[in-house]
């Protein structure tokens, strides 16, 4: 066990996956002494706002933070605009700390937006198809600047690359490079991963860890191509 408990990171997991799938990011944060709180919800039954409302928020509600301390976020995918939704209307007097997003649509989802004629995605994916469009009322385009301290990491090394065809050279197999940045962004980071398995990736985990204790990520010059996933003796 860390010998010094840091602040808070509350993780928030992607659209068709649970807490576990960010299990890396939550072992790695606890061996660099923060407290670590997910958050699940069932992404597939539930509007981003009915999400936020009555899984995300009450979690917050319940933390027990000590004086000083703050709470830092780390999302995957949909998770980020989770976030982003609870923070336009967030208490202003909460300890928000730092905020890394893993492969957000933060421009709305090409693929979604292109399959949204079809059924079979409302029936698969549930409400949130119809708001992850990328036209300008689409919920994660209204929902304006992120707060500040907030990083992006996306990935551009597809494994599956299916939607090729759709996204065009430049994504992580399910969201464009260009559609992870956003206004009010402190630092923006792509790396050799795909949208899926980010988080087992060391580079991932390493950058996730610098940027909630010094706001960026380091220089770009430094990462080394990293195209191993997380081993389970790391």
């Known amino acids: ?5 840091k602040d808070t990171v509350v993780l928030i ?11 890396p990011v939550r072992f790695w944060l606890w061996k660099a002494g923060y ?3 997910s958050v699940g919800y069932p992404s597939r039954r539930m509007s981003i706002q009915s999400a936020v409302e009555k899984r995300l928020q009450p979690v917050l509600d319940r933390l027990q933070l000590r004086p000083g301390e703050r709470v830092h976020f780390v999302t995957h995918s949909l998770g980020g605009i989770l976030f982003r939704q ?18 957000p649509p933060n421009q709305g989802s090409e693929v979604l937006e292109r399959l949204a004629h079809y059924r079979w995605p409302r029936w698969l994916l549930g409400p ?20 500040p301290g907030t990083g992006v990491i996306m990935g551009n090394k597809p494994v599956i690359p299916f939607f ?3 996204l065009g050279p430049e994504s992580d197999g399910i969201v464009t490079v260009s559609g992870g940045w956003v206004e009010g962004q402190a630092d ?12 087992w990736r060391p580079t991932v985990l390493r950058a996730v860890e610098r940027f909630l204790k010094d706001g960026c990520f380091l220089p770009h010059k430094t990462w080394e191509p990293d195209d191993t996933l997380l081993s389970v003796s790391s």
Do not use: K
């Not at 066990?1 to 408990?5: A, E, T």
């Not at 967030?90 to 997003?101: A, E, I, K, N, S």
């Open 128 to 147: 949130v198809v119809d708001e992850l469009g990328v036209d300008e009322n689409s919920t994660p385009r209204q929902l304006g600047v992120v707060p």
């Open 13 to 23: 997991h992607g659209l068709g996956r649970t807490p576990r799938s960010l299990m």
């Open 35 to 37: 407290r670590v709180v």
């Open 188 to 199: 923006f980071m792509v790396t050799p991963a795909d949208h899926t398995f980010m988080m």
């Open 164 to 166: 090729r065809e759709i």
């Open 1 to 5: 066990m860390p010998h010094r408990l």
């Open 86 to 103: 609870w923070a336009v209307s967030r208490d202003r007097r909460f300890p928000l700390g730092r905020t890394v997003m893993l492969g």
